[in-house]
């Protein structure tokens, strides 16, 4: 019987990270071994607090760090990441970390399962087929219009047919601002790409302001609209989702398949995006991407990491041939680039695929890794918990 | 002007944790400086996954250690602290643990304001009285139907009015052996005794599951039957709420306002309990109270920690005369009951009330709180982020 013999955390980070909000500046990578075989996967979280999420000693029944649910389980087929995943669940209830330290593990149980049965992950999941899709680069605004436009010509210039603009100044400053910006972009990218605005949350749940840029959102032809309110703010996505022409976006802040599921019956967005390294993994994704299927609203995966990560994002919907958009980091930082050999790079038509090999069908480049890695040292009660290993 | 000058963590716990589910095994302990004040909190949550949110390395900048939202911060009145609050949801947003961390900074922050205003919290929320409260005797099932019974009959000669039994085997074995722990806990009770049920999300989502239980729990007379599923299967407890004459109660897992009150409207509970340890504080569990007042749904404490844990939880409904119902730990570990001085006991009514006095009114014993301390030494790149100090 093969049994998940080890499970180790890799602090990786930029020497210098800074406020903007690219998500590439730091990683957690995850190890598994079990039966001589081994599976990587990756947390889209704070690396210092998922791993002592994974080590932290038991509180009560069900406060337990995530660890105890993991080493030594049996793991043969998927049914066992199922039963750990609802191990975990009610084993570390109160442990509000655990999903996201969950997340990296689980994808790394995938990978290895599928190494072990010598097929990609999507098929493990069902689908016969991985079909190809269109890529959006996805970056942050420019710090002013002008920049935003350079933006939008180089994405252009390197052949994106979709791009997606976030964050940044958006709904910092006036009506104004933003219209500038958003009209920037569309100039820069011409008429024909597809043009996503993702506003990272500023609204909170203020419907109104919100509700002031559909308008200029509208006039340059966006997709959708992501993020404007807090991931739980369904009330207002409601709102906001029945006075706008253009679609709404979320879910990378889901940290189970219940709060995609509510974003979906509840909030009316019209494109679910949930991130495998916080959601509690791919299988979670999976239960997403089939509950979309039937509510007739698309799924995204959504990543800005590396591409492992971006493997992981792509296998739960793989399968679905008609959701065809994907996220796809366009500048990230070197870290993320460097992390693996090989990376899934678009074919001549500009689509890209999740690979049609064992696991993710990423391989980690763990010379690279060591240059970027982080020292980190827990201790309690005069204990070592954890201790950073330069053995990847 | 006043400003935020230090917040220190300290991790208590008990010589030794199990896997029962007793959350007062274990404490973490807030103390907030501020213009020669000091506050005291509690976060209810992983003391050393806590510490860590609070100190942790920035991964970018939606995902900031709760501790740079909070440090030097201006803290004159209640607006600074939702200020705060709302600076860290947008600064630690991919940050899953910074609510419990916050939770018991915002508890400590309320109240170093009433101290300095020489006020209880309970004022400063906009109350004008503190209305008396029925505690019911929160304690865990026995392991077998007659340690229920002999635990209810104690809870009674302790003249408690009400009881709360839970978790334990519950939902573990056969409806026989439900029904037996059930009828010995009304049994030892007495027909005029309250009796409430906790199952500790032992179901899931399964619903069938949960309303097998119903006739049984209808025939007790239970008040409520608590957390039958996750604090997110919104679907499961509507469902179950439909069949039910006994009203659902379900809140201490969320740790936003949004949480509790989807639970109320598409959960339909009938009782939110929310965990001012761990929704963010005192101020959204007020917000949730205001909320629950107006849709018709009772509000009570979470609370299974110290009598300072116990003081805020009763805060945030200290001023809804008919909400009377509250959660009294019934036999804590010795470190819950150690760290304070004063305990609020009942009144010779049975009664207990928010204290009438600056703050949360609850005096910590800190050479007591000593004896429990945890040592805990967190580096990061060689650097000590977080080291235990006993300068309690």
Not at 49 to 57: K, R
Not at 202 to 211: E, K, L, M, Q
Not at 257 to 285: E, K, T, W
Request: aromatic share 10%; glycine share 10%.
């Amino acid at each position: 019987m093969r049994k998940i013999e080890a499970v180790d955390f890799f602090y990786l980070s930029m020497p210098e990270v800074t406020t903007e909000g690219d998500g590439s500046q730091d990683a957690l990578l995850v190890r598994v071994a079990a039966g001589g075989i081994v599976g990587w996967g990756e947390c889209e979280a704070s690396p210092l607090v998922s791993i002592a999420a994974f080590v932290c000693p038991m509180s009560h029944g069900a406060c337990r760090p995530v660890g105890s649910s993991v080493l030594g389980q049996r793991l043969e087929g998927p049914e066992d990441i199922a039963r750990i995943a609802a191990q975990i669940e009610l084993d570390s209830m109160d442990l509000l970390q655990a999903p996201h330290t969950w997340s990296g593990v689980e994808i790394a149980l995938w990978d290895l399962l599928g190494k072990a049965r010598q097929q990609p992950v999507w098929k493990l999941l069902g689908y016969r087929e991985s079909f190809r899709k269109l890529p959006y680069a996805s970056q942050l605004f420019g710090d002013t219009p002008a920049q935003t436009y350079q933006q939008a010509v180089e994405a252009r210039r390197q052949n994106f047919r979709a791009v997606k603009f976030g964050w940044g100044p958006i709904g910092r400053g006036d009506l104004q601002s933003d219209f500038e910006h958003f009209a920037s972009a569309r100039e820069g990218l011409g008429k024909d790409a597809l043009l996503m605005v993702d506003v990272g949350q500023i609204f909170g749940d203020n419907v109104p302001a919100a509700a002031a840029r559909l308008p200029i959102l509208e006039q340059v032809g966006a997709v959708w609209l992501e993020e404007p309110f807090h991931t739980s703010a369904l009330d207002a996505y409601a709102s906001l989702s029945q006075r706008s022409s253009v679609k709404l976006a979320a879910g990378e802040g889901a940290h189970n398949f219940y709060m995609a599921q509510h974003l979906i019956d509840f909030g009316c967005v019209g494109y679910i995006q949930v991130d495998c390294g916080r959601i509690g993994g791919i299988g979670p994704a999976k239960r997403v991407a089939d509950y979309a299927a039937a509510k007739g609203v698309t799924f995204v995966n959504h990543t800005f990491t590396s591409h492992l990560a971006l493997s992981a994002s792509l296998q739960p919907y793989a399968g679905l041939r008609s959701d065809e958009i994907c996220e796809y980091p366009f500048a990230p930082k070197p870290l993320a680039r460097d992390l693996t050999f090989n990376h899934l790079e678009r074919d001549d038509e500009g689509y890209v695929s999740a690979p049609d090999a064992p696991g993710l069908g990423i391989e980690i480049d763990t010379e690279a890794a060591r240059c970027y890695l982080v020292d980190v040292e827990i201790k309690v009660k005069g204990r070592l918990l954890f201790a950073s290993s330069d053995q990847i």
